[in-house]
């Protein structure tokens, strides 16, 4: 029994340019969705039933997979196109339950899962979703490396300086002190969409929020009840920026095990822009420091046209040119290290269990000299689609998820297969040589880390040649 997310345009890229517009945030359905979308789902791209998402699936025993999910948004669209029943409220005779993080909390401990049974969260999640959690262990993992490499050791330096309140006030205030007209940035420790985040210069703007906010309770709760934790951070002031805005990037990364880690990078991700002009003379206003999409849509001046995303694609071909292909490499190469050791930090204490996994929502921050930061980790990265191509993304995310799940069983016997879809291998108990070239992402021959992020995503081509589909096979 088992219990348990360039500065201003240079005109020597003119070239790409064009292509490079941010996409629109508004899809021809109002929910994001083509208006050729249908529940059959990739069925109408030309993948077969089962391979793709369309028809009827079974399990090994030949009956048909059921499935629980309290969201209805992308997923819900990808669990049907692949032929699965829902499962109705109160049923337990389930295969898969995509469930929120409050169901986790409240109910897994009590619920036995049979052996066939998958769901999409690991018991203590939080270790590395929650933001005071994951500074915590990121420093943990960074001593314990200082003690053994230094070389090692400097892999970790991808993380500001992070403090929790009010248990590390005190610290805070003595580092505070050492870097005079630092600005920091609060956030909230459980909160996500930028809610309750602010920065700020001085002391007194932390006195002040003490005695309006931080010792605030609300009506209902008990006097005795502690504040909320928040942690203080290093704001990052000097952002690489794109037509003077800027951005950070979402990246997915799916862990199917911590006990060997067994972590995939998805290809395809987006980066998000703010909507306005970046400048520190104002760093109370929110639109310029903060490219959550749910702030950003909110904007006086936001055009839903033009929207605020880029694929990473768009993104690596745009730097690319801005720079070289050795640069881009180079900082991919780092992002890999945030991956691993995020995810090597918590990995003595994560609950494994074989009937969880956890698809992330890295949130990455590059400054001025293209060194990436880790911003945050999300357990549960949106997946609302805010314009057609972000349907299209999170539809083949979340189906190429299901293909590396494998409920089917369709990949028994090909257990080293390094590339399903979109998600490439990149850790297996230890580092995943690629044995693939990378196109139209400038990979050379001696690099040979199983990664390929803003990479040519052939996903439906390649899925094809996984399971052996024939064109008759298609008919």
């Known amino acids: 029994m088992s219990r348990k997310e360039a500065k201003d345009a240079p005109g020597g890229a003119a070239a790409v340019s064009s292509k490079l517009a941010p996409r629109s945030e508004?899809?021809?359905?109002?929910?994001?969705?083509?208006?050729?979308?249908?529940?059959?789902?990739?069925?109408?791209?030309?993948?077969?039933?089962?391979?793709?998402g369309g028809g009827r699936a079974n399990a090994g025993g030949g009956r048909v997979i059921r499935y629980?999910?309290?969201?209805?948004?992308?997923?819900?669209?990808?669990?049907?196109?692949?032929?699965?029943?829902?499962?109705?409220?109160?049923?337990?005779d389930w295969d898969f339950y995509w469930c929120d993080v409050a169901w986790m909390r409240e109910?897994?401990?009590?619920?036995?899962?049979?052996?066939?049974?998958?769901?999409?969260?690991?018991r203590n999640?939080?270790?590395l979703t929650r933001k005071n959690l994951m500074a915590k262990n990121l420093k943990r993992l960074r001593k314990v490396l200082e003690k053994e490499s230094t070389v090692e050791a400097a892999k970790?330096?991808?993380?500001?300086?992070?403090?929790?309140?009010?248990?590390?006030?005190?610290?805070?205030?003595?580092?505070?002190?050492?870097?005079?007209?630092?600005?920091?940035?609060?956030?909230?420790?459980?909160?996500?969409?930028?809610?309750?985040?602010?920065?700020?210069?001085?002391?007194?703007?932390?006195?002040?929020?003490k005695k309006e906010d931080y010792f605030r309770r609300d009506e209902e709760k008990s006097?005795?009840?502690?504040?909320?934790?928040?942690?203080?951070?290093?704001?990052?002031?000097?952002?690489?920026?794109?037509s003077g805005k800027k951005f950070d990037i979402r990246v997915y990364v799916l862990v199917t095990s911590y006990s060997p880690l067994k972590a995939w990078l998805y290809r395809s991700g987006f980066a998000r822009f703010s909507n306005t002009h970046y400048s520190l003379s104002s760093i109370s206003?929110?639109?310029?420091?903060?490219?959550?999409?749910?702030?950003?849509?909110?904007?006086?001046?936001?055009?839903?046209?033009?929207?605020?995303?880029?694929?990473?694609?768009e993104l690596m071909t745009f730097l690319a040119a801005r720079h070289s292909h050795q640069v881009v490499r180079q900082a991919r190469q780092q992002m890999d290290q945030i991956y691993i050791k995020s995810l090597q930090s918590v990995q003595k204490v994560m609950i494994n269990d074989k009937h969880c996994f956890e698809l992330y929502g890295f949130d990455i921050l590059f400054d001025e000299n293209l060194k990436p930061w880790l911003i945050e980790v999300n357990a549960s990265p949106s997946l609302t689609a805010s314009s057609p191509s972000d349907y299209e993304l999170k539809f083949g995310l979340l189906e190429d998820m299901l293909h590396v799940l494998d409920m089917e069983g369709r990949l028994i016997g090909r257990e080293n297969v390094k590339r399903v879809g979109g998600f490439d291998l990149m850790w297996c108990d230890g580092p995943v040589a690629s044995d693939e070239l990378a196109l139209n992402?400038?990979?050379?021959?001696?690099?040979?880390?199983?990664?390929?992020?803003?990479?040519y995503n052939d996903r439906e081509q390649q899925l094809k040649q996984l399971f052996n589909l024939s064109p008759l096979a298609q008919l």
Request: negative net charge; proline residues 6%.
């Open 125 to 127: 999640h939080y270790e």
């Open 441 to 455: 992402c400038g990979q050379p021959l001696m690099y040979t880390t199983n990664s390929f992020l803003g990479c």
């Open 285 to 313: 206003d929110q639109y310029v420091h903060l490219t959550n999409v749910a702030i950003q849509k909110t904007a006086p001046d936001y055009d839903p046209e033009k929207g605020c995303k880029w694929s990473l694609q």
């Open 68 to 92: 629980k999910t309290c969201l209805r948004n992308t997923i819900g669209d990808v669990l049907r196109a692949r032929g699965w029943q829902e499962a109705k409220e109160g049923e337990g």
């Open 156 to 209: 970790c330096e991808f993380f500001p300086a992070t403090f929790e309140l009010p248990s590390e006030y005190h610290i805070f205030v003595e580092e505070f002190k050492k870097h005079p007209g630092t600005i920091w940035i609060m956030k909230p420790a459980g909160k996500a969409q930028g809610k309750g985040i602010f920065l700020f210069r001085k002391l007194k703007d932390i006195t002040d929020w």
């Open 26 to 52: 508004v899809g021809g359905r109002g929910d994001g969705r083509p208006r050729d979308a249908v529940a059959a789902g990739s069925g109408a791209r030309g993948l077969p039933a089962g391979a793709g």
């Open 223 to 242: 006097d005795k009840e502690p504040p909320e934790t928040y942690v203080v951070q290093r704001y990052i002031d000097n952002p690489y920026l794109i």
């Open 107 to 122: 109910h897994f401990d009590g619920t036995y899962l049979e052996e066939h049974q998958r769901i999409c969260h690991f």
